[in-house]
């Protein structure tokens, strides 16, 4: 199916304070998952697979770490009309604000996108981890004579208090919207889903901020600048006066929103079988490396991920995630962490000539569990980080503890025999 009507437009999202230390000095969407992608990689290679080749990316925190992934990744043919482009928030005579919400940053952005012949614009979440074909939500907007379309999943009454709530009718078309409802409203807002659905007791349409609008119709919805926010505002307004349907998915899907959602869906990856599935034709994107293959010696692996370029001597690695040219000392122990590598090898010579005690990585005989660790980190011998809910919430310049998990800051030092 050829989607050459289709314009995407990925929302970076905001300051991505619940990511934080991780949002610190990088946009939600450039934050590493997996080891070798970032977040941005998953819309966008949904888009790709979808045939949709045309992609804007709005952002306006620290967008300077994914201009440079996105400016070496996505390369397409001289004779292509394929782009992926990255669209910051900017003062021009119409605006001198930054982007106020989710509608006012395709509002102060409309201008970019009206530059582009386009019959349908596909808007998508920057901080989301799933595998969806959008060819077949494309379709079945356009056999509908949809103005609108949202992507809804089934959700469980407990989970729904969290989420924007559908209500349907027979045709798919949306009633009703709540944000966020509490539990006691939750009575009448069931929907019609399948049958393996029931069965979860997941009996509520949420929405996942994925929507398609017919383009007149958004150019339309964009003149009123007092609309700021598509889910709290836009939508619940136009469910009444537009033809609105919805678009059930039951796949795997995530909303990567805070640290321990962001931790879970990383060690998931090493499940015998993973929710979110890396191993299939539907391929994720990312920079292509240039990295020799990972050199492991002496160490017992057990539901592992390894990225390329590491060199690992650990004697022990479960449940883990390692990300692209890390390094772990002998005798180290590593359990239930995410370890999102380095952005560079050092020379024994640069680090004698510099005095560094603490090299790149994991030194030796550490301990390390229930953590997260940032790119380019100094983990000495010795270190003993045992993370779990025993552990209160607090920060110091070099690590932030966030419901249990010991998050270690990008590029921090933590000394020889450090306990945590």
Request: charged share 25%; aromatic share 8%.
């Amino acid at each position: 199916m050829n989607n050459d009507d289709v314009l995407s437009i990925i929302l970076g999202g905001g300051q991505g304070s619940r990511l934080y230390p991780l949002t610190a000095e990088r946009s939600k969407p450039a934050v590493s998952i997996a080891g070798k992608y970032r977040l941005v990689d998953i819309p966008i290679s949904n888009c790709i697979n979808s045939n949709i080749k045309r992609m804007y990316v709005l952002t306006q925190f620290n967008s300077a770490s994914l201009n440079k992934h996105i400016k070496n990744t996505y390369h397409f043919s001289f004779f292509s009309k394929a782009f992926v482009d990255v669209l910051a928030a900017e003062q021009t005579m119409q605006s001198d604000k930054w982007f106020q919400g989710t509608a006012d940053a395709v509002r102060q952005s409309m201008h970019h996108f009206l530059q582009n012949d386009f019959e349908y614009a596909l808007i998508l979440s920057g901080d989301q981890l799933y595998n969806m074909d959008f060819k077949d939500m494309i379709a079945k907007h356009k056999e509908s004579n949809a103005e609108i379309s949202i992507a809804t999943y089934p959700v469980n009454k407990k989970e729904a208090t969290g989420f924007g709530i559908l209500k349907t009718n027979n045709e798919n078309e949306i009633t009703s919207f709540i944000e966020k409802p509490s539990a006691d409203l939750l009575g009448d807002w069931t929907s019609e889903v399948s049958d393996d659905m029931k069965g979860e007791g997941r009996n509520y349409l949420a929405s996942m901020g994925i929507y398609i609008f017919n383009r007149d119709l958004l150019v339309k919805l964009m003149e009123n600048p007092d609309t700021i926010d598509f889910g709290g505002e836009i939508i619940p307004q136009s469910i009444n006066n537009h033809k609105t349907v919805s678009y059930q998915y039951e796949g795997y899907w995530t909303d990567i929103g805070t640290i321990e959602s962001f931790f879970e869906a990383n060690l998931g990856l090493t499940d015998d079988v993973p929710k979110f599935n890396l191993y299939d034709e539907n391929r994720v994107y990312t920079r292509a490396r240039i990295l020799p293959t990972s050199k492991i010696s002496g160490t017992m692996i057990n539901k592992s991920v390894i990225s390329d370029g590491c060199i690992i001597k650990a004697a022990k690695i479960e449940r883990c995630v390692i990300g692209i040219r890390s390094k772990i000392g002998k005798e180290s122990t590593v359990l239930n962490t995410y370890m999102m590598g380095n952005d560079y090898y050092e020379s024994k010579e640069k680090v004698q000539a510099n005095k560094i005690d603490n090299l790149l990585g994991i030194g030796d005989r550490c301990h390390i569990d229930n953590c997260i660790i940032d790119i380019n980190c100094r983990i000495g011998d010795d270190v003993r980080i045992n993370g779990g809910k025993h552990l209160k919430d607090t920060e110091t310049d070099s690590y932030l503890i966030k419901d249990g998990i010991v998050v270690i800051k990008k590029g921090a030092t933590i000394p020889k025999g450090t306990v945590i």
